[in-house]
């Protein structure tokens, strides 16, 4: 596919190419050094400090249903019932 845009457009791609390697490098190198000065705190929450703003049940109900296999053993399974 480059040999349809010539020489010169491969060489643009590849300035290209390099120019976002060495920016994703200095990115990468950045946050590796923020991430080294992280501090870790221990905090130890209060009862006052924490509020409780919802509060809920789910129910999925189901049947379960025994039955003789074709071995005839007795089987069993769990069908929806909504």
Known sequence: ???IFG???SRCLSTAARKRRLTTKALA???TDVAEE???Y???PR???VKVELVTLAWA???EISYGSARGKVA???VAAY
């Open 29 to 31: 190198d950045e946050w």
């Open 61 to 63: 109900p189901f049947w």
């Open 7 to 9: 020489r010169r457009s």
């Open 1 to 3: 596919m480059l040999g």
């Open 42 to 44: 221990s905090l130890k």
């Open 76 to 78: 069993h399974s769990r």
């Open 38 to 40: 992280v501090e870790v």
């Open 47 to 49: 009862r006052k400090d």
